[in-house]
């Protein structure tokens, strides 16, 4: 515990002394609440400074808190002008959030050409999450030939690397493929890490299945999310 504390200590002090890593990891720390009370407007901050040095993750952190609204008011344009400049340095979570905004185009021009490239960036660095959007320009066949095959192989990858939108989607694709027992392993993944949203929004679905087992697993869903 001492020396946990001795390191936050440390952590702040290089932070207040203008170092951007330091400042990034205290943003984090703050947005997060780990191991102090969470403070998103003091996350924010520090991530700006940091952003403003020029550290990629202090970019797209100070990104997400403007997408999102944690510590100051939403502007979608200056969180993807962040996002640009993080992902121009080669960040894997830089490159995704650039490719979400160009995908939704609400503060650009939709691109989904775009998008996929920069996904596909992420992805050769071993980005989860950027794998799994990719299965789905597979499975939908969103400006490539549609290849449920490249889906499955994408959303397998998602899901080992441990993202929750991956996990589903490749237990889906086991279900569908009768390899139930591994779906429902792979369905008790994703609360561990899923948004209450996302729980929410797929408990209702599985709910909706003809399988008992998997209706089961929509309730937990829901229960989860409830939590």
């Not at 490539?144 to 095959?149: A, C, G, K, S, T």
């Not at 490749?170 to 139930?180: C, I």
């Amino acid at each position: 515990m001492r020396c946990q504390q001795a390191w936050k200590n440390c952590v702040r002090a290089a932070a207040a002394l203008g170092h951007a890593a330091a400042q990034a990891a205290l943003g984090q720390w703050l947005l997060d609440g780990h191991g102090m009370d969470k403070d998103a407007a003091q996350a924010v901050q520090w991530f700006l400074k940091s952003a403003a040095q020029g550290h990629p993750m202090g970019m797209n952190m100070a990104g997400r808190c403007l997408e999102n609204g944690w510590g100051t008011e939403p502007d979608l344009f200056a969180a993807v002008a962040w996002y640009k400049k993080a992902a121009s340095l080669g960040l894997d979570a830089g490159l995704y959030n650039l490719a979400n905004q160009l995908a939704a185009g609400h503060s650009v021009p939709q691109d989904h050409a775009a998008a996929l490239q920069l996904y596909r960036q992420a992805a050769d660095q071993g980005h989860a999450k950027s794998m799994t959007k990719i299965g789905r320009y597979y499975e939908d066949g969103v400006v490539v030939e549609q290849d449920r095959d490249a889906a499955f192989f994408c959303y397998q990858e998602g899901a080992q690397g441990g993202d929750f939108r991956g996990q589903f989607n490749y237990a889906s694709m086991l279900a569908e493929r009768g390899r139930l027992a591994e779906a429902l392993e792979w369905l008790a993944k994703v609360p561990l890490t899923a948004t209450k949203a996302y729980l929410e929004k797929t408990g209702a679905l599985l709910q909706q299945s003809g399988n008992a087992e998997f209706q089961r697993v929509g309730t937990l869903f829901l229960v989860h999310a409830g939590g």
